[in-house]
């Protein structure tokens, strides 16, 4: 199981610190449960001290496929590696609607993300319209075979994919258990098409969307459910806490 927390453009300096703190104190008890914060860049170097010796992982929400150049205002992964991260998220709807990012983007980060060293954690989903009109299915397919083309992988802890619904995203609508599940299982089985089972069976397929101490429990008993990654119940560490102790009780 792996549960991580994705702060989104929240917090000021002090706040993150105290929010990672929060955090390392709420889930230092969490057995084999792997616990992530993704901040926004600029307080990943300093809580990447904050964070040194406890279990909790630093990752970033987005960078660049290249790895140096005359991009104004771009991260690279080489850099990101280098403040301590150990996951990146690529392509979260939220920059896909809003800044651009194609399933070809996506592609080009995860084999940057690979190559360095760092661990993508891939978001795909579906928007309402989609799943409304019956096509969640398709969408998600194909969104999984651009990201993953060209890829191979050795180690299932290489990469981490989570579906989050569009429609599920901040809205306090969370998917329900058997919607979830049905599409991990997909996600699951375009895995095993591509890496073989026994990589396959260990990728950590996370679910988003509304995510919160209520909820969690039934999704994350979903075969297929291994883990989550959490948007607004991130920011209350006693939340996030509760969420992977509940990953902990149901942790196979
Ligand atoms: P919420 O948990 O706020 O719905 O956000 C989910 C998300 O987008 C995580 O990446």
């Known amino acids: 199981m792996l ?3 994705n702060w989104k453009m929240h917090l000021d300096a002090r706040g993150a610190n105290e929010l990672a703190r929060g955090v390392m104190d709420a889930t230092a ?19 990447s ?15 660049h496929s290249a790895d140096k150049g005359p991009f104004t205002g771009e991260i ?10 150990h996951y990146v998220i690529l392509g979260h709807s939220e920059r896909r609607q809003k800044f651009g990012e194609t399933d070809a983007s996506v592609n080009a980060k995860v084999k940057r993300a690979l190559r360095t060293g ?18 969640e299915k398709e969408v998600v397919a194909s969104q999984i075979k ?25 809205t306090g609508k969370t998917a329900t258990p058997g ?13 095993v098409r591509q890496f073989g089972g026994e990589v ?18 039934e999704l994350l008993v979903q075969p297929d459910v291994d883990g989550g990654l959490i948007g607004g119940a991130s920011l209350k560490a006693e939340d996030f806490g509760a969420i992977v102790e509940i990953a902990q009780s149901v942790s196979r």
């Open 49 to 63: 001290s904050t964070l040194k010796n406890s279990r909790v992982r630093l990752g970033a929400q987005n960078m």
């Open 146 to 170: 651009f990201a993953l083309e060209d890829l191979k992988l050795v180690a299932p802890n290489a990469l981490v994919i989570a579906y989050e619904p569009v429609w599920a995203i901040g």
């Open 118 to 135: 760092l661990v993508p954690i891939i978001c795909v989903g579906e928007h309402l319209r989609e799943r409304s009109a019956g096509a």
């Open 76 to 85: 690279s992964a080489s850099m990101l590696l280098s403040v301590g991260c």
């Open 29 to 47: 008890d969490a057995g084999p449960v792997q616990v992530a914060v993704c901040p926004p860049y600029v307080h990943l170097g300093a809580l």
């Open 200 to 217: 396959a069976s260990g990728v950590h397929i996370l679910y988003g969307g509304s995510m919160n101490p209520g909820n969690a429990r």
């Open 179 to 191: 919607q979830a599940q049905e599409i991990h299982a997909l996600i699951r089985s375009l895995l």
């Open 3 to 5: 549960i991580a927390g």
